[in-house]
């Protein structure tokens, strides 16, 4: 075991590498840098390629583990309560700190800008709210996953959780072969993972090398201004509810997560680490079913960094135009644009499209201005993602522990590192077996089994698939592998 956590350990330092490769790259040679683009398109694609089994045996795999119907709806509806409030504070931070800073005073808009603008603004053409909800339904019962499309996946993933949990006994075997699966993709997805420096190099060069330094320098008021304001949400807003709520320390959470921090920092796309979130907070000693649901729910809906973004540039594009927004037309521009902007949380450059497409339905003058910022999107994508992820971290804990479902002497033990995640876990066949979930009690399988609602009844634990494979050290295994 120590092997494979160590091979593990070497491919991160291997991405770190490759970043700073890429950085130098960009800078000594552009041209050829620029061309490195497809290394960094193809890694993210193979990710995104995982997203929706991913997405699709985590949730039915949770709703199956409860025995009541009332309880999924519970978290869920606790879990969207919670994501508008924080979309909402993210929003009004965002605007607080654009008003202040009126980040595009001075700016000249050139013609090579209103031309990027423009194409943006067709790339994200206005939607409406009923073709929202009417895109939500898949063509068919499988075009979800041939798409790619995260709400319809996560629409057939509830109808088909459900409908397992109301078959009873009948839909075990299901359950069973569903979590067979999930390891499969878990062992794909730990495949793809070894490309991870290989999709980093490619991406950081071909972003250095088609800004350049003089693009950060004369945008860098923004670039600043955001980056300080995702700062403020994060540790300021979110670590003072997590430390009030549960006693956790938001530091602490974070340097969990570092890796698929610098995963995401390499992507830009938050997506990239969506199953290693899963597993992580599995492992940190939130019950399945919390996390089944929270976390890919939050993927699509919790977009606290896209708020802060679609703030923030519609009052610099504004700004920079010469036709500052009143107060009244800035909030119903940005509730329109946190509407259309979800789903795309996983999308890199799809904040850019809905600026554009929100900016063309509401004042379509300001759109040339959005090429304004075309040039340093990718680095603000990157604080987009990690913001999205944190706050995605942060509901999954505090409503695991509204709801009851946090074993916090688990957690306590994994922030303070005597529990350590082990990254085998995530494609090893041999320890998917785990505890019931903390609080789950009548709800729980009879057996006593994992939580999966596959438990063979009296069946032994080991033979039972899990959910999300989660480190031994976690539940009752009690220690590392």
Known sequence: MAARRDRTHYLYIAVIAAVVLGI?????????????????????????????????????????????????GAVGGLALGYFMVMSTVALAIGLLVGNLLEPGSGLQLTEAARSAGEAQAKAGGAESTVDF???????????????????????????????????????????RGIGHTQKLVFRV????????????????????????????????????GFYATCVLFVFVVLGTLLRVCTGISVFALLRYLGREFLLILSTSSSESALPRLIAKMEHLGVS????????????????????????????????????????????????????????????????????????????????DGVGLIVGIDRFMS??????????????????????????????????????????????????????????????????GGSGTGGDRPGATAPSAPAAVPLPAGGGKDGVPV
Request: aromatic content about 6%.
């Open 24 to 72: 130098a790259t960009g800078f000594a040679a552009p041209g050829v840098a620029v061309e490195l683009k497809p290394l960094g398109t193809g890694f993210v694609n193979l990710i995104k390629m995982m997203i929706s089994p991913v997405i699709f045996c985590t949730i039915v795999l949770g709703i199956g583990s409860v025995r009541k119907a009332a309880k999924v």
């Open 133 to 175: 909800l009417l895109g939500i339904v898949p063509t068919t019962l499988v075009s979800a996953f041939t798409g790619g499309e995260v709400l319809q996946t996560l629409l057939v993933a509830l109808l088909c959780g459900f409908a397992l949990q109301a078959m009873g006994r009948a839909g075990e075997p299901l359950l």
């Open 189 to 224: 997805l730990a495949m793809i993972m070894w490309v991870a420096p290989v999709g980093a190099f490619g991406a950081i060069a071909a972003v250095v090398g088609a800004t350049g330094i003089d693009a950060l320098t004369s945008l860098a008021v923004i670039m600043i």
């Open 288 to 367: 399945r079913p919390v996390t089944g649901i929270t976390v890919p729910t939050g993927y699509s809906f919790n977009l606290d960094g896209t708020a802060i973004y679609l703030t923030m540039s519609s009052l610099f594009v504004a700004e920079a135009m010469g036709t500052p927004l009143a107060l009244g037309e800035q909030i119903s521009l940005l509730l329109f644009m946190v509407i259309a902007s979800k789903g795309a949380a996983g999308v890199t450059g799809a904040g850019l499209a809905t600026l554009a497409g929100g900016l063309q339905s509401h004042r379509p003058e300001l759109v």
């Open 382 to 447: 990157e604080a987009r993602a990690l913001t999205n992820f944190a706050g995605n971290a942060v509901a999954t804990v505090l409503i695991g522990s509204w709801t009851k479902e946090l074993d916090r002497e688990q957690a306590t033990e994994v922030l303070a590192g005597r529990r350590p995640f082990d990254e085998s876990t995530l494609t090893d066949d041999g320890h998917g077996a785990h505890s019931a979930d903390p609080g789950e009690g009548p709800d729980a399988p009879a057996d």
